[in-house]
Every structure is written in structure tokens, then in C-alpha cells.
């Protein structure tokens, strides 16, 4: 019998909690609390207890806490910092935005940033690394600071797909002078439409991302420098609230999803899977994503979605490397070649264990002819 799987399911996942969100929405627009208001306030600080640091601010989304967390680090024109190939076009674009120049970096086979790569990249122009936590897994952090203490280099983590990771017991985006959450939609914690973060730990760069967020104005109104208009909607940060009330429990699920999908799949040598969930103390993932390498890729995905199940590749295939319009450095050999091979399979909690088995089978049942 074929299952119906999506790859991910915003209206099954809004009609689980509508009678506790629509009252909430209600209340905010009753109060016409609509800018950095309230619910901002409250949100701001239950994100940054949960996170267990000092400061998290607001913006209007992922990218501008990219743009703003790099701006509020002293980082501008001149600078060369070293990116990922492996990420969004929005993270090598922030740096762009924030008047730097990006220097892209190799991946491990973990998908993460290659350490050894980031150090022969390193010259004089070199002023920050901005490793991204991807698909909710917190790169090997004791190693890239180690590097940036040696090298004198500011670190700004793109966090935007690994809230609530750790590694060792430190969360994601709490490693350097600033790091960033995104709440899009289909990030682990989203909201009904664009949103974002700045987190740091230092209060200088705290003050900074206030003024940039609302127009470079101080508390009193005058205006110390150009800033943008991008704030995190108050409506928006009252969902968020709600939603992190239950944010531990969809993390548990995630990895409970993981852990089926890497007992199942272990033993297909046809099949690059991720650390599984219980691999290593150092690390604490959220998954996500779960992200693979395998052979045919393409022909699994066709058969995946002949038998009901939906799959996607990140960034449409192609990593930043390849884009050929934006002229960066493409000497990234692992990550060209995992190009071919990187896939996602569904993970949200939307789906059921048998969803979960479902996949697995069908998978196992490509590889076994
Ligand atoms: C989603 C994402 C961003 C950008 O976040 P937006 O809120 O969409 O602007 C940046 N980097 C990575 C790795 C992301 O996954």
C-alpha cells in the first residue's frame, strides 16, 4: 500500500495547535501591540534563558541577523571572512551585504565546515570565521575557536538551522561574538512568516544590533549611525512564545525520527547517513534536516516519489561555489562532489513511526535490486 508522505506539512502542523494560537493572535491585535512591543520583551528573554545567554535580539529575519551580528562585530569593507560552500546563498550574501569580501571553505563529511580547510584559507585579510550549524548539528567548536584565538579572527555563527544544538554542552550560536536564529517557517522553530535573531553574549554588540535593528536611533531618538528597519513583529514573537513553551518536546521527537532512520539505513553501503543522535556526547543535534549522500540519487528520488514519498535537495541542487554570477573561489572538492549525492528525507514531527519505517523500507527495497 503506498503512504502519502509530504516532505513537510505547514497546515497539518497549524491545525494541531489553532485553538491555542488563535486566542493568542487575538490577544495581540485586540491590544494593537504590533512593534517591538510586549510580547517582543517576553520572547527575548525566555530565548535567551533557554539558551542560557546573555542577550538575543529580535530582527526581521535570519539574513538581516547575519548582516546586523556581522556589522554589530566590526566587520566591514576590507575584511575577507571564510564561509561554507555547503549553506544558504544568504549566508556568503550577508557577508557581502555587511560590505566583506566571502572566501568559501570545504565541507567534512559531516556536512559541516572542514576545519583543516578554514586554516588554509586564512591570510591577512582574514577577519572572521562564520561557521553555519547545518541541518541542527553544532560544528566541532573547541577546534574553530582554537583556530580563531590562534589567527586573532572574530567568529559570528550562522545558527539559523541549529537552535537548541550544543556541543558540549554549549549551545549553538553562544561561541563568538554573535550568533543568529532564523525563524522561517520551516526552521525548527518557526513562525507563521519571516523572522530572526541576533544572539551574543557581549553587551557591546548587544547595544550595537539595537541600534542597526530600528534605524540606527539610540533609546532617546538620535540617530548615531545608518541602520536598518528590522525588527522581529511583536505578533510574530507572541507565536514564537507559544511555541517555544513546547520546543524541547518537537526536538525529542526529531531525534527519536533520526534514531529509527539510522538503525534502519545503517547497513546500506550505498548510503552516507548523518551521526545518529546517540553517536557521540560532544554533541547534541536537533536535526533539522536529515541529510544524506547516496548513489543514484536521482533515481531514488523517483522512486521514493513513485511510492508516495516526497524528498528535496537543499538549495535546489547546487551549492554557493556554483553559482556562477556571484564569482567565488570553487576549490571546494568534497563539497562539488557531494553535490550529486546530498538529498533530504522528510523530518518534521508531523510524521508518524510508520511513516518513518515506511521510508526506510523503500528505500532498503531500491537498494536491494
Ligand atoms: C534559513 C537560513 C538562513 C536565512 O534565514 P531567513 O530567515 O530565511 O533569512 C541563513 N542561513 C541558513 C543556513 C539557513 O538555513
Avoid at 548539528?137 to 555563527?157: C, F, G, P, S
Amino acid at each position: 500500500m503506498i503512504r502519502d508522505i509530504p516532505f513537510f506539512n505547514y497546515p497539518a502542523l497549524y491545525a494541531k495547535q489553532e485553538d491555542d494560537l488563535l486566542p493568542i493572535i487575538q490577544n495581540v491585535l485586540r491590544r494593537g501591540a504590533y512593534i517591538m512591543q510586549s510580547d517582543l520583551d517576553t520572547f527575548e528573554t525566555s530565548l535567551a534563558r533557554y539558551l542560557n545567554v546573555k542577550h538575543v535580539i529580535g530582527v526581521a529575519d535570519g539574513t538581516m541577523a547575519l548582516i546586523i551580528g556581522l556589522r554589530a562585530s566590526g566587520i566591514g569593507a576590507g575584511d575577507e571572512v571564510l564561509v561554507p560552500s555547503h549553506t544558504f546563498v544568504a549566508t556568503a550574501a550577508a557577508v557581502h551585504h555587511a560590505g566583506a569580501t566571502p572566501v568559501l571553505v570545504d565541507c567534512a563529511r559531516d556536512h559541516l565546515i572542514d576545519s583543516a580547510d578554514i586554516e588554509r584559507r586564512i591570510n591577512d585579510r582574514t577577519r572572521a570565521i562564520m561557521p553555519v550549524q547545518l541541518n541542527g548539528r553544532t560544528a566541532d567548536m573547541d577546534k574553530i575557536v582554537n583556530i580563531a584565538d590562534r589567527y586573532n579572527l572574530k567568529i559570528i555563527e550562522d545558527s539559523a538551522q541549529a537552535l537548541g544544538s550544543k556541543f558540549r554542552n554549549r549551545f549553538a550560536g553562544t561561541f563568538g561574538s554573535a550568533g543568529t536564529c532564523s525563524f522561517y517557517p520551516s526552521k525548527t522553530l518557526g513562525c507563521f512568516g519571516d523572522g530572526g535573531a541576533v544572539i551574543t553574549n557581549d553587551d557591546d554588540v548587544a547595544d550595537h544590533v539595537k541600534l542597526l535593528r530600528d534605524h540606527g536611533r539610540s533609546m532617546n531618538g538620535e540617530v548615531i549611525e545608518w541602520g536598518y528597519n528590522s525588527r522581529l513583529d511583536n505578533l510574530q514573537a507572541a507565536i514564537l512564545n507559544y511555541k517555544l513553551s513546547n520546543y524541547i518536546v518537537e526536538i525529542e521527537r526529531r531525534r527519536e525520527i533520526a534514531r529509527i532512520y539510522n538503525s534502519k539505513l545503517g547497513a546500506i553501503s550505498n548510503i552516507l547517513l548523518p551521526p545518529g543522535p546517540d553517536d557521540s556526547e560532544d554533541h547534541f543535534d536537533i536535526f533539522q534536516n536529515y541529510e544524506i549522500e547516496v548513489d543514484r540519487r536521482d533515481e531514488l528520488r523517483n522512486f521514493l516519489l513513485s511510492k508516495g514519498v516526497r524528498t528535496i535537495v537543499q538549495w535546489g541542487g547546487r551549492c554557493i561555489h556554483q553559482f556562477s554570477a556571484l564569482g567565488l573561489n570553487t576549490d571546494v572538492p568534497y563539497t562539488e562532489s557531494m553535490t550529486k549525492r546530498f538529498m533530504l528525507l522528510p523530518m518534521n514531527t508531523s510524521l508518524e513511526d510508520e511513516d518513518v519505517h515506511y521510508i526506510c523500507e523503500t528505500i532498503i527495497s531500491f537498494y536491494s535490486h
